[in-house]
C-alpha cells in the first residue's frame, strides 16, 4: 500500500524541502561579514545618543557627533547581538536616546563614517 503513494510522497517531500530551504535561505544570505571594519584600531567616539536598538542579530546606534568647526552629523554604528552585550554587562536603560556616551569602535575599512562598537563608555564610569 505504501509503495502505492510513493511517487506523491516523494513529490510532497521534495516540495516541502525547497520550501523549508527557501524560507531560510533568506535569512542566511542577509547576513553580512565584518570585512569593512579595521579591527586592528580601537577608536573612541563620543556622542548624543540619536537611536538605539539593542537587538538581535546586531545592535543599531546612531550618534550625533559635534566636529571641531561646530557643526553636527549622525553617524550610524553596529555592535554585538543583544545577548553578547548583555553577558558583559549592557542592561536595558543603560543608556537612551539623548544620553552622551563614548563608544570604541573598529572604523570603517574605506574610512567613512560609522564602525562596530567593540565597547560602550557611560558617563557614570561603567563600561561594557
Not at 82 to 103: C, K, L, M, Q, S
Request: hydrophobic residues 40%.
Amino acid at each position: 500500500m505504501v509503495t502505492k503513494y510513493y511517487p506523491v510522497l516523494k513529490t510532497f517531500c521534495a516540495g516541502a524541502l525547497s520550501l523549508c530551504l527557501g524560507a531560510f535561505s533568506s535569512t542566511l544570505l542577509a547576513h553580512h561579514s565584518a570585512a569593512q571594519f579595521d579591527f586592528s584600531q580601537m577608536v573612541p567616539v563620543t556622542g548624543k545618543v540619536v537611536h538605539v536598538d539593542v537587538a538581535n542579530p546586531h545592535i543599531d546606534l546612531i550618534l550625533e557627533i559635534a566636529s571641531d568647526d561646530g557643526s553636527t552629523r549622525e553617524v550610524q554604528f553596529e555592535g554585538h547581538s543583544r545577548n553578547n552585550v548583555y553577558r558583559r554587562g549592557w542592561r536595558p536603560g543603560a543608556f537612551a536616546v539623548g544620553d552622551e556616551i563614548t563608544i570604541f569602535i573598529a572604523p570603517m575599512r574605506n574610512g567613512e563614517d560609522g564602525g562596530y562598537i567593540q565597547e560602550f563608555a557611560l558617563k557614570d564610569g561603567r563600561k561594557f
